[in-house]
């Protein structure tokens, strides 16, 4: 079973994600903000992470450059579940490392399933945006093949 870690200060958003993450068939780590994430990892093998940017403690942008430098989750995909929308903020997380970018509120279909139009774009929750399944297997077809990085 592959395991996914959901990152926000919001029990009530971390609730909603993981049951869904669950149906969907996936094991599911919950952290409450970045230093707890960071906590949390112990080597274990994630194939996907969704993080909010602002928590208490470790913001999820900061978190993001930390996962990117321990190399066992160097390209383990990263998305953004935030409030903020601003182009320039969607240009931190992609230099931070983010992967996918999903605006809240947002249906909890989008953490599992591709948009219909199937060009990687949620209408505004960009940069590319594409579902935990689509997600999961490019970072196996990664972990098979790490040089086509």
Not at 55 to 73: H, S, V
Request: proline fraction near 6%; aromatic fraction near 6%.
């Amino acid at each position: 079973m592959k395991t996914i870690m959901t990152v926000d200060d919001s029990a009530s958003m971390r609730q909603m994600v993981s049951f869904v993450l669950k149906a969907a068939g996936y094991s599911v780590v919950e952290a409450t903000d970045g230093v707890d994430a960071l906590s949390k990892l112990k080597g274990q093998d994630l194939a996907l992470v969704f993080s909010d940017i602002n928590m208490p403690n470790m913001d999820g942008l900061e978190f993001t450059r930390q996962l990117r430098a321990i190399p066992q989750y160097k390209f383990v995909p990263v998305v953004l579940l935030t409030t903020e929308s601003h182009p320039e903020k969607k240009q931190q997380g992609k230099a931070a490392g983010a992967t996918g970018w999903i605006v809240k509120p947002f249906s909890p279909e989008e953490t599992t399933g591709c948009p219909e139009s199937g060009n990687g774009d949620a209408g505004q929750n960009q940069p590319s945006y594409c579902g935990v399944d689509q997600r999961v297997q490019r970072q196996d077809q990664h972990r098979r093949h790490p040089d086509s990085a």
